[in-house]
């Protein structure tokens, strides 16, 4: 059976996560959770103050960050040079952070680069906002994850509480809407729906259903 890519895109909170994990536990095969990696860039330009607009400070970070994933117990882990920072970076600051670090140029550069290494050898499942349109434009399924706004941030609340009892739902919409925006608008890799990705809108459908149909498509595709 040769390798295989599946790529999954969408706005924040629609349920790619959970998606990806779950296919990449049925199936075997790596999963690779792209915004993972550009919220440990945006940990490290917290922690080292380094400063966005400089150039030269950017590539040096870069050149300093190793960014590894490593399956425990069935879920992924991040590690940004050798420290698990899973739990850090799911929160709106480090998100917001993410979303400003992945409009640089060279960053976006870095982690594509990245990305396409981590897949050479295996069958992926990647989640992000640009796999299927400029990472893996040739990846054998491409899914558009996408729900309701106000569904988004219902679900979105229910993880954050977890680390935080007194956010608000208001609060959470209004980041989930910033965070649209600046997905949708910015110059390079914006969020786009290719023409050859199959949408899935997973407002009312369990988290169940959405993995089914994944596998029913890669079957109607040969891929599996
Ligand atoms: O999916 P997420 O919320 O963990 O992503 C964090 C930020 O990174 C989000 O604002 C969008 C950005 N991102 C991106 O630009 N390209 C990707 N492939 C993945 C995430």
Redesign the pocket.
Known sequence: MNNYIIAV?GP??AG??FLSEEIANRLGIIYI???????AVALYFIENNVDMNNDNDVQKALDEITIKFKRINNKIHTFLNGEDISLKIRTEQI??M??KV??IKRV?EE?IERQRNLAKDDSVIL?????GSV?FPNANLKVFLTADVEERAKRRLQDLKIKNPRITYDEVLNDIKK?DN??IN?PI?P?IETEDSIRIDTTSLAKEEVVNEVIRLLKERDVL
């Open positions: 895109d924040s909170a790619k996560s959770d792209t915004g993972a990696m550009y919220r998100g917001m993410a979303s992945s409009a976006r982690m989640d992000g906002r640009d796999i990472v965070r600046k997905d910015k890799s969020l």
